[in-house]
């Protein structure tokens, strides 16, 4: 007759759960660098479209108007934009540098970005 012990726990033992979180710390040492990475390059990308919007709002203002806003807020104020662009680097709206025009010394005539950039800085861009 075969006997069941009542005592007998179920459960991992410790080397089991050492090598769980071996292999877990493993896949995230690989998994993490490429993330920051790509969360990175996401940034830079929405920069660019952010730039390539603004932009485009300004020569339709200048299009439309004869002038260029005297501020960015006036393309908002207008509906040329829906709200004040936010720098997707910096994460700040309040950052952005603006170019006047070339024979004035007033107006937005271009933008660009006020967040440092390691390689090339994102106000040549």
């Known amino acids: 007759m075969l006997t069941v012990r009542g005592d007998m726990r179920r459960g991992f033992t410790l080397i089991e759960?050492?090598?769980?979180?071996?292999?877990?710390a493993t896949l995230l040492a690989i998994?993490?660098?490429?993330?920051?990475?790509?969360?990175?390059?996401a940034r830079e990308v929405a920069l660019q479209e952010?730039?390539?919007?603004v932009r485009d709002s300004i020569d339709k203002f200048h299009a439309d108007t004869g002038r260029y806003p005297t501020e960015l807020d006036e393309l908002v104020t207008k509906r040329y934009l829906r709200r004040m662009?936010?720098?997707?680097v910096s994460e700040n709206s309040e950052t952005w540098?603006?170019?006047?025009?070339?024979?004035e010394s007033t107006g937005?005539?271009?933008i660009k970005s006020g967040?440092?950039?390691e390689e090339r800085p994102y106000a040549q861009w």
């Open 17 to 24: 759960l050492l090598v769980v979180m071996a292999i877990i």
């Open 31 to 41: 998994a993490t660098p490429r993330y920051f990475a790509h969360l990175d390059r």
């Open 50 to 53: 952010t730039l390539a919007v």
């Open 85 to 88: 662009p936010v720098d997707p």
């Open 97 to 103: 540098i603006i170019v006047p025009p070339p024979s």
């Open 108 to 110: 937005v005539w271009d």
């Open 115 to 117: 967040a440092g950039g």
